[in-house]
């Protein structure tokens, strides 16, 4: 198996994206499982949750129908009340009307008759307005029951939303998640791995570096622009020579769009790491040639290779095109630039 250093430089910022949102993970597969099980929680929970509901929504029936038959018993009540106090207010107006005036009693005389008005007053308002006052006296009663009354409308209205609600917490790390799995840095990384695994099937004569910063002391100048540093997705060193990868994880329209618009393509990317690491190499007395591979893991078929320099491959291929390829390195030139480069890592 090829001698591997470094990591995905993609896997790692998925990682670093989903360490900003909350998880703790170290690798992509361990943002495919959190998803998968925090998937698996919302739909164990969603069904608890739908149960709870339904059962809640059976004991407000139940209050609201008992709630129902408490007021019917309190109405009854309440207007025995109200026809005692008119009775009573009847003899007190009574008496008050048997009230004569005398100088003597002028005080009492005056209360009495402020007593006679508001005494007649509630008679008239309980003879005139008698539901008024039941609603005043079941003023509480009623505004409990209206609650539950709302409460059951919604719960049977809003059953699912209120499902999602109750579940907040699972859905917006589910939502995360899958904003993470959605991102280009997780795409990139699904691309990565895969080539990554593909490569590992070189053998132990080759050396496979991941995630590549090439940094030179001076900028250069090349194609019309100064350079001094470029990241590259992969770099393999072995018997076959030096090879300078970029990995493409593009759906099968985009990549042919992307390849055959004329503007910015990978050629111009890969082009620039390619020759950064000839030009690392040659600064440190190793003059080597520097093959470029762009590999493209989300499109089924590759597009036509329109640019000499640069091999375009499906990633399923990619060590056998390496492997296959004329030997031109000693084991000890590959040593030697294993040795140089993997501190780049």
């Known amino acids: 198996m090829v001698i591997q250093y470094g990591k995905s430089g993609a896997e790692k910022s998925a990682i670093n994206l989903a360490k900003r949102a909350g998880f703790s993970v170290g690798t992509l597969s361990e943002i495919d499982f959190l998803l998968d099980e925090t998937k698996e929680q919302y739909r164990e929970e969603k069904s608890i949750t739908y149960n709870q509901i339904t059962l809640e929504i059976e004991n407000l029936k139940r209050n609201i129908d008992t709630y129902e038959k408490t007021l019917e018993i309190q109405k009854s009540q309440i207007v025995e009340d109200i026809e005692s106090e008119k009775e009573i207010l009847r003899e007190k107006i009574e008496d008050l009307q048997a009230i004569k005036f005398e100088i003597r009693h002028l005080l009492n005389y005056f209360f009495s008759t402020l007593k006679l008005r508001h005494s ?42 209120e499902v999602e609600s109750r579940l907040s917490n699972i859905v917006l790390q589910v939502n995360k998640l899958e904003g993470i799995t959605d991102s280009n840095d997780y795409k990139g990384a ?16 080759y050396c496979l570096l991941n995630d590549v910063y090439i940094e030179l002391s001076d ?18 060193i072995g018997p076959t020579g030096v090879y300078v990868i970029e990995t493409k994880n593009w759906s099968q329209n985009y990549t042919e769009s992307v390849f055959n618009d004329g503007k910015y393509t990978p050629y111009d990317q890969i082009k620039r790491g390619n020759y ?45 095109y390496i492997s296959n390829r004329n030997q031109i390195l000693s084991e000890s030139t590959v040593n030697t630039l294993a040795n140089k480069l993997r501190y780049m890592v």
């Not at 691309?191 to 070189?202: D, F, P, S």
């Not at 900028?219 to 997705?233: M, T, V």
Request: aromatic share 6%; glycine share 2%.
């Open 120 to 161: 007649n007053k509630k008679l008239c308002y309980l003879e005139t307005e008698p539901d008024v006052e039941m609603n005043k006296r079941l003023k509480r009663s009623l505004s409990a029951l209206e609650s539950l009354e709302r409460r059951l409308n919604y719960l049977e209205n809003n059953t699912d939303k």
């Open 190 to 205: 699904v691309g990565e791995l895969a080539v990554i695994q593909n490569l590992c099937e070189l053998s132990d004569e």
């Open 219 to 236: 900028y250069i100048k090349f194609d019309g622009s100064y350079l001094k540093s470029a990241q590259i997705d992969h770099l393999v």
């Open 276 to 320: 950064l690491v000839y030009r690392y190499l040659k600064n440190n007395n190793i003059a080597q040639p520097v093959e470029s591979i762009i590999v493209v893991t989300g499109s089924r078929i590759p597009p036509c290779d329109n640019n000499r320099h640069t091999k375009v491959l499906s990633h399923n291929y990619v060590s056998r």
